[in-house]
């Protein structure tokens, strides 16, 4: 716990708590991706604000729809593209499954594999920014409680691995100016963030999905 309230900050968990709280009586799936959402946001800006440009909720024009990002950093080691999951239970998956199952009790649940669904997100950025893919690097991190049970790649982590992994790990040098361009070029090609730009992409995630029963 002390661990917890030294990452992110004591009045920063109480908020989440609260929101913890509503989302628990809720059981809302959209509010339990946000409040996954939320604590990555906190550990990303408390840890990492003084040398990265961080971004939350990015939504990308790709094709006929658009790409929903959870959060991007820009740091001068690479361009990390984080793919949250706010989950509990079990968690099964292999990095070439096409999907990855969640056990709750007796109940199994099927979800796209994350790292398939962020590499198409490393893709729209790519084109966007001009820039080769190896220039991005994917994380997948799980909030939330959930238990892997089967082998995970590196880039698959729990909240706490989550700083050190972004320190740790480069796929090229940018300067300061060309980290500020790419910021720059990411918010002038991003929709505004609002409950439209989230309906949109919402029912653009349902038309894909009506043939398919996987969770996202």
Not at 101 to 111: C, E, S, T
Not at 154 to 159: A, D, F, G, W
Request: aromatic residues 8%; charged residues 20%; positive net charge.
């Amino acid at each position: 716990a002390m661990v917890i309230i030294e990452i992110i900050g004591l009045k920063n968990l109480l908020l989440l708590g609260c929101l913890a709280l509503i989302g628990m009586a809720l059981k809302s799936s959209f509010l339990k991706g946000f409040l996954g959402e939320f604590l990555v946001k906190l550990l990303l800006h408390s840890k990492l604000s003084d040398t990265s440009h961080i971004l939350h909720d990015v939504t990308l024009p790709a094709g006929e729809g658009t790409t929903q990002i959870d959060h991007i950093v820009v740091s001068p080691n690479g361009v990390f593209v984080i793919e949250t999951k706010n989950f509990k239970g079990w968690i099964f998956g292999g990095e070439k499954q096409r999907t990855w199952v969640q056990k709750i009790y007796k109940n199994n649940y099927r979800f796209q594999n994350p790292i398939h669904q962020n590499y198409k997100h490393i893709r729209v950025l790519a084109d966007l920014l001009s820039l080769p893919v190896d220039d991005f690097l994917s994380v997948v991190v799980f909030v939330g409680g959930g238990t892997f049970k089967t082998r995970m790649p590196t880039n698959v982590l729990k909240l706490g691995g989550l700083v050190k992994y972004i320190q740790t790990h480069k796929s090229r040098a940018f300067s300061k100016e060309e980290m500020a361009v790419l910021v720059a070029d990411i918010k002038e090609n991003s929709l505004k963030p609002s409950m439209a730009t989230k309906r949109k992409h919402a029912a653009y995630l349902k038309a894909k999905k009506r043939s398919r029963n996987i969770r996202h």
